[in-house]
């Protein structure tokens, strides 16, 4: 079993910064690939940004150059730094990370989600 724990979320003005946080723990071989999601009210879940256990990164169209993904292999932890906020950018923002576990299968595991609200 994995869990997810995320930090960082919280109100900001438009143009200010977060950096969310999200740690892996359990038991779990490794921590392949890492994601940042979000969910604004009324809307479908999107990918933001995700980031390879080898540092390759991807972002969502509406979030590069102003967004940036890193993570802490040996503390199993994703970042998500967040710049230049914009209102639509208000969404709770969930982790996720696939993990190969004791049974050598890989499953995805979310972690519980942290509200960032950014005001006009």
């Known amino acids: 079993q994995v869990q997810l724990v995320e930090s960082g979320g919280g109100l900001v003005q438009a143009g200010g910064s977060l950096r969310l946080s999200c740690a892996a723990s359990?038991?779990?071989?490794?921590?392949?690939?890492m994601d940042w999601y979000r969910q604004a009210p009324g809307k479908e879940r999107e990918l933001v940004a995700g980031?390879?256990?080898?540092?390759?990164?991807d972002y969502a169209d509406s979030v590069k150059g102003r967004f940036a993904i890193s993570r802490d292999n040996a503390k199993n932890t994703v970042y998500l730094q967040m710049n230049s906020l914009k209102p639509e950018d208000t969404a709770v923002y969930y982790c996720?990370?696939?993990?190969?576990?004791?049974?050598?299968?890989?499953?995805?595991?979310w972690g519980q989600g942290t509200q960032v609200t950014v005001s006009s």
């Open positions: 996720k990370a696939r993990a190969f576990t004791l049974l050598l299968r890989e499953y995805d595991y």
């Open positions: 359990g038991s779990f071989i490794r921590i392949n690939d």
């Open positions: 980031i390879t256990s080898g540092g390759s990164t």
